[in-house]
Nanobody
Framework: QVQLVESGGGLVQAGGSLRLSCVTS????????MAWFRQALGKEREFVAG????????DYTDSVKGRFTISRDNAKNTVYLQMSSLKPEDTAVYYC???????????????????WGQGTQVTVSS
């Protein structure tokens, strides 16, 4: 069974940076497709960034391209989301997700992922 634990959320001013971490247990990230999703209050959960098994392909939602970076440290069983130039509209609960099936491209549908973390709150003040 794969477990995911996120950390690193918090309150930051617009223009600031945060780095989210997702520690995996039960399976190394190198054998999982990993992604970050977010859910703002009253909205549906949306894809933010992800990469496939062994990091072969990476994708970002348009609104975070050039500002967010997903990366992995397989030795630490950790996936990161580096967020820069944060905007108030980035405020949401951020979730780490994993899938143990190989995809050639990064799935952006929540239904493709079979493991989820508990979420970490990111609040960006204006």
């Amino acid at each position: 069974q794969v477990q995911l634990v996120e950390s690193g959320g918090g309150l930051v001013q617009a223009g600031g940076s945060l780095r989210l971490s997702c520690v995996t247990s039960g399976r190394t990230p190198g054998t999982l497709g990993m992604a970050w999703f977010r859910q703002a209050l009253g909205k549906e959960r949306e894809f933010v960034a992800g990469n496939t098994w062994s990091g072969g392909a990476t994708d970002y939602t348009d609104s975070v391209k050039g500002r967010f970076t997903i990366s992995r440290d397989n030795a630490k069983n950790t996936v990161y989301l580096q967020m820069s130039s944060l905007k108030p509209e980035d405020t949401a609960v951020y979730y780490c997700a994993a899938v143990d099936r190989y995809y050639l491209m990064v799935p952006q549908d929540t239904g493709a992922y079979n493991y989820w973390g508990q979420g970490t709150q990111v609040t960006v003040s204006s």
